[in-house]
């Protein structure tokens, strides 16, 4: 009988590279925004003039508009401590412990939206640094004392380990920019921290801290004098714009990592020809000889037919049949 012809096996497409996240390499990547945005409330901390004459400008605007909510709310607090010191703690404190777990738990339980909830932070935390360079601005809390505002954080030093200047602990608060008010991050962050224990939490519970968290945090920064309202209002416009930018930075992220690695192939785990050994590349051999029990990938071709797993395993060829 005539020997029929196998039907060639239809080509296999390469699956596009995934982008796989490492531990080791977000640790850095977040120390690096977060450096950069210390560096950033620092740049601008000697134009003291400028920022007194903006925190008044708010100020102002907010009586016109009647939105001034910070006078009623900081004598509330400077006037009962059991409300003062729990929100001067609040203020030195959460913004820089519940954002880091937030993060972490995402990395660990959520990793297919950890990207996008980073890239969203991160990029909403540059443009406040931008807000920090060209406005800086006076917080309530450093105007003269006929506006009627008291400095919590300096009344109720003595309950924290923060000084008198904002929530840097005693001593360190030459390394801050007490003029970076504008907008206020704590919210911006105090919003991101929300809507991911809203979307992602699962239980009621973690919704309700997901509305509670944020809305606290807009009352504590006002209650304290470290911020205005307006403020807070620029802080929930930053993470709007960082939400709407954050698609774009990843894009562009994508194709600056796609260049990078057609150029440097070793990048994207691609070792250049298309025979990839299992043994490591630095180790060669003579045409046509074998290292025993050496496994050989071809990749985009199926395996030859009629060859065993054994056969595959030890490298001889199939017998002919």
């Known amino acids: 009988m005539p020997q029929t012809e196998a039907p060639a096996p239809a080509p296999r497409t390469e699956a596009a590279p995934r982008t796989r996240l490492r531990w080791w390499t977000e640790v850095p990547l977040i120390l690096l925004v977060y450096g950069c945005y210390t560096a ?31 006078h009623p709310l900081n004598r509330l607090f400077t006037r009962e401590p059991w409300l003062g010191v729990p929100a001067d703690f609040w203020y030195a404190s959460l913004h820089y412990v519940v954002t880091p777990i937030i993060l972490v738990w995402l990395f660990r339980s959520r990793a297919a939206l950890y990207r996008t909830a980073r890239t969203w932070l991160m990029t909403s935390t540059f443009i406040g640094l931008i807000g920090f360079t060209l406005l800086p601005t006076c917080p309530p809390r450093l105007l003269s004392p006929d506006h009627g505002f008291v400095d919590t954080m300096a009344h109720y030093s003595s309950y924290g380990w923060w000084g008198g200047d904002a929530s840097a602990p005693r001593g360190m608060g030459g390394m801050t920019n007490q003029y970076a008010a504008m907008p206020s991050l704590h919210v911006g962050w105090a919003l991101w921290c929300g809507v991911m224990l809203w979307r992602h939490g699962g239980t009621r519970w973690t919704k309700a801290a997901g509305v509670a968290y ?53 990048l994207a785990g691609r070792p250049g020809g298309d025979i990839s050994p299992i043994v490591s590349g630095g180790c060669q051999t003579s045409a046509g000889e074998r290292i025993p029990r050496q496994r050989e990938t071809r990749l985009g071709s199926p395996a030859e037919p009629g060859a065993s797993s054994q056969d595959a395993e030890d490298g001889a060829p199939a017998p002919a049949r």
């Open 214 to 266: 944020p809305l606290l945090t807009t009352l504590v920064v006002m209650g304290t004098a470290n911020h205005y309202f307006l403020d807070a209002v620029a802080g929930v416009a930053v993470m709007g714009v960082g939400l709407l930018l954050g698609p774009v930075v990843t894009r562009s992220v994508d194709r600056a990592r796609a260049v990078l690695a057609a150029r440097v192939p070793a």
């Open 40 to 70: 950033g409330r620092l740049l601008v901390r000697g134009d003291v003039s400028g920022a007194v004459d903006h925190g008044l400008s708010i100020l102002r605007l907010e009586k016109v508009l009647r939105l001034n909510f910070e």
